[in-house]
């Protein structure tokens, strides 16, 4: 509940005040942080066993036959189909966080998913 710029410390609470209390600078403000949904973090560990993210069927996963052909195609330094999937289902985990933050904040310039969209210019 900070009603004045000066007591804001928190460039988060600058950008997302409440709405009870909060600045009224709408030119600071991007929402409300009453309005936000807190999301769980995704990821795995090759230590904790990935069997079903690799399962083709029955799995967590759908492997289309598509999909599993292009992974075989695909070269990438020797990889196994295994390693294939894993690297896949990063870049799955990439997209969502890409989805979270905004074009400008993102400051990725690595090619990843792309080789298998076909999509090189994405900025």
């Known amino acids: 509940m900070n009603s004045t710029l ?25 929402g409300y942080f009453d309005d936000l949904s807190h ?3 995704l990821g795995f560990s090759l230590g904790n066993g990935v069997d079903n ?10 492997w289309s036959d598509r999909t599993l052909n292009v992974l075989k195609g695909t070269k ?3 990889a196994t189909m295994r390693t ?12 969502y ?7 400008k904040s993102n400051v990725s310039r690595s090619f990843g998913l792309e080789r298998f969209i076909g999509a090189f210019d994405c900025i």
């Open 97 to 103: 966080y890409d989805l979270l933050i905004t074009h």
């Open 53 to 62: 993210l690799l399962k083709e069927k029955d799995g967590i996963f759908v």
């Open 84 to 95: 294939k999937k894993l690297v896949l289902i990063a870049y799955l985990f990439e997209i």
């Open 6 to 30: 000066d007591d804001i410390k928190s460039r988060f609470y600058i950008r997302y005040p409440s709405k009870v209390g909060g600045h009224n600078d709408k030119d600071l403000r991007w």
């Open 76 to 78: 990438m330094g020797g």
């Open 39 to 41: 999301y769980v973090a």
